[in-house]
């Protein structure tokens, strides 16, 4: 299968392009920065220019999209927009456009997180972000044409991460990156839909 895996040299994403390519499919990564196909998901224009460039598509993974992290009572309109359009919509575009790009029987991959069900300090912006995908997710399951898939991971913080934020989620048990990227095949290699891989423990 030829698979392209948006944000596939972040953390996340690197993990998930290790696990498909050794079961030999054929992984394009996408991104902003030294990746195989330049793309900024925030821009509906960019998103197009991509599929454009990367024709024969069985399978679209988004590992990819910003939020703001600030206390909501500092939070302005113009801090949230950062989240809307970048891992809201800049997801919701990659699939509105990219249905009519992928080849029958494929499938979109999309990632939210544990913020939107297990909240902490400042998280408020990138839950709406997470809600509003998992929401998305469910419903365009039912309208996907051509044998079209679509499904969400939600993980926790992942062990690797941990070090970094573990001010903010102080108390969260983090799970292993491995457990998290298994999902992400999971979704693409299986027949599910609709669905939300919660990686929570
Ligand atoms: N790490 C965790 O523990 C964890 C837990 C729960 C949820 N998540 C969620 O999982 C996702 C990935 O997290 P991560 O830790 O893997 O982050 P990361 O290491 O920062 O990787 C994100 C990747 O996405 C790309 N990217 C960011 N904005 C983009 C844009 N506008 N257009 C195209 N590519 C973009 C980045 O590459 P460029 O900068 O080159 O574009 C980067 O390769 C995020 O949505 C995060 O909220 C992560």
């Known amino acids: 299968m030829r698979i392209l895996v948006i944000g596939g040299n972040g953390m996340l994403g690197h993990s998930v392009v290790e696990k498909l390519r050794a079961l030999g499919h054929e992984v394009v990564v996408g991104g902003r920065h030294n990746a195989d196909v330049d793309v900024d998901i925030s821009s509906p224009e960019s998103i197009r220019e991509m599929y454009e460039a990367v024709p024969n598509l069985d399978h679209v993974i988004s590992t990819a999209g910003q939020t703001t992290a600030m206390p909501l009572a500092d939070m ?12 809201l919509l800049g997801q919701v575009n990659l699939v ?28 408020a912006s990138a839950a709406m972000a997470n809600g509003g995908i998992t929401a998305f997710v469910k419903s365009a399951a039912i309208d996907l044409e051509r044998g079209l898939r679509i499904n969400s991971i ?10 970094q934020q573990k001010e903010i989620f102080m108390g969260f048990t983090p799970v292993p990156l491995s457990k998290v990227s298994d999902a992400f095949v999971k979704s693409v290699v299986g027949k599910q839909t609709g669905q939300e891989y919660k990686i929570y423990s």
């Open 154 to 163: 939600s993980p926790n913080i992942v062990e690797e991460s941990f070090e």
């Open 76 to 87: 302005k309109p113009e801090d949230n927009d950062l989240s809307v359009q970048s891992k």
């Open 96 to 123: 509105l456009i990219g249905q009519h790009y992928l080849k029958d029987n494929g499938s979109f991959t999309l990632t939210t997180g544990v913020k939107k069900d297990d909240p902490i300090a400042g998280g």
